[in-house]
Every structure is written in structure tokens, then in C-alpha cells.
Nanobody, 126 residues
């Protein structure tokens, strides 16, 4: 059973930065696709970014492209989401998710992933 634990959320002013961390355990991390999703109050959970297993290829939602960077450290079994130029509309609970050997075409879909963390709150406000 794979477990994921997010951290790094908090309150930040518009234009600021945060780095979210997703520590995993219970699986062979290098074999997992990792995705970040977010859910704002009253809205559906949405895709933010994903990173492919082994190749490390990355994918982003248009709304965060150029501002957010997803990365992974296979030695530490940890994924990261670096968020720059934060906007109030980035306010949400952020979740990381994992899928072993998942196919590329569905990585932006929630149903692609088998394991989820508990989420970390990000609030962008002055």
C-alpha cells in the first residue's frame, strides 16, 4: 500500500512562492507517475501538473504553465511542486497522487491515480 503525505502549504501574498512536498512510502517510487491536483471551495478537483515515471517528462495545466514546476527525487521518494507568481485563484487544497506504470494519455485525469494524499491548504491573499 502506497502512502503519500503532502506538506508545505500556507498563506502567501499574491506574487509569492511556495514549494509543496509529497513524501511517499510503501512502493517503488521510480515506477510511479505522480500528479498534483487542487480543489478550491465549491469547485471540482482539477489537474495541476504531473511527472512521468522513469522519464521524468512533465505536464501542466494551462493555468499554471510557466509559473509552477513539478519535479521528483527518486532517491528520496519525494515529489515537489514549486509554485511561483501565485495568484488568489490558486487558493485551494493541493493533493498529490500516484499511479504505478500509468499510461501517458490519462495522467491529467483523477481516475488515472490509485493513491492520494490528504492534501495541504494553499491560500493566496494580501
Amino acid at each position: 500500500q502506497v502512502q503519500l503525505v503532502e506538506s508545505g502549504g500556507g498563506l502567501v501574498q499574491p506574487g509569492g512562492s511556495l514549494r509543496l512536498t509529497c513524501v511517499t512510502s510503501g512502493g517503488t517510487f521510480i515506477n510511479y507517475n505522480i500528479g498534483w491536483f487542487r480543489q478550491a471551495p465549491g469547485k471540482e478537483r482539477e489537474f495541476v501538473a504531473a511527472i512521468r515515471y522513469r522519464s521524468g517528462n512533465t505536464y501542466y495545466a494551462d493555468s499554471v504553465k510557466g509559473r509552477f514546476t513539478i519535479s521528483r527525487d527518486n532517491v528520496k521518494s519525494t515529489a515537489y511542486l514549486r509554485m511561483n507568481l501565485l495568484r488568489p485563484e490558486d487558493t485551494a487544497v493541493y493533493y498529490c497522487a500516484a499511479k504505478q506504470y500509468g499510461i501517458l494519455s490519462t495522467m491529467a485525469s483523477q481516475s488515472h491515480y490509485d493513491y492520494w494524499g490528504q492534501g495541504t491548504q494553499v491560500t493566496v491573499s494580501s
